[in-house]
Nanobody, 127 residues
Framework: VQLVESGGGRVQPGGSLRLSCKAS????????IGWFRQAPGKEREGVSC????????NYTDSVKGRFTISRDDAKNTVYLQMNSLKREDTAVYYC?????????????????????WGQGTQVTVSS
């Protein structure tokens, strides 16, 4: 499966962006999807993930209540709605996928367990 992120850009603190992760090659319904981010000089970190059914999600503490992950399998797309953005949200955001049927029971999946990655989209929060 190939993943392409879009929707990044520059926004003022307190603003909103919606990131999209468009999949091609295979139906997205078979995959757990995660959003990760990497700021300059920092390690890549998990932001959010969603199960293949969409029934289970996870958020890192720093984005809880501000970010919402969702999926539209008919459009083969997963979204990350980001509200109340802060300067510390500035990073390159990546989506990643792993095959749900091959995955174990730990939740959320670790970064190393994802098999497919997009190229990333830059989010800059600045006044």
């Amino acid at each position: 499966v190939q993943l392409v992120e879009s929707g990044g850009g520059r926004v003022q603190p307190g603003g909103s962006l919606r990131l999209s992760c468009k999949a091609s090659g295979r139906p997205l319904e078979y995959y757990i999807i995660g959003w990760f981010r990497q700021a300059p000089g920092k390690e890549r970190e998990g932001v959010s993930c969603i199960s293949s059914s969409g029934s289970t999600t996870n958020y890192t503490d720093s984005v809880k209540g501000r970010f919402t992950i969702s999926r539209d399998d008919a459009k083969n797309t997963v979204y990350l709605q980001m509200n109340s953005l802060k300067r510390e949200d500035t990073a390159v955001y990546y989506c990643a996928a792993l095959i749900s049927g091959l995955y174990g029971s730990n939740w959320p999946p670790l970064l190393s367990e994802y098999d497919y990655w997009g190229q990333g989209t830059q989010v800059t929060v600045s006044s």
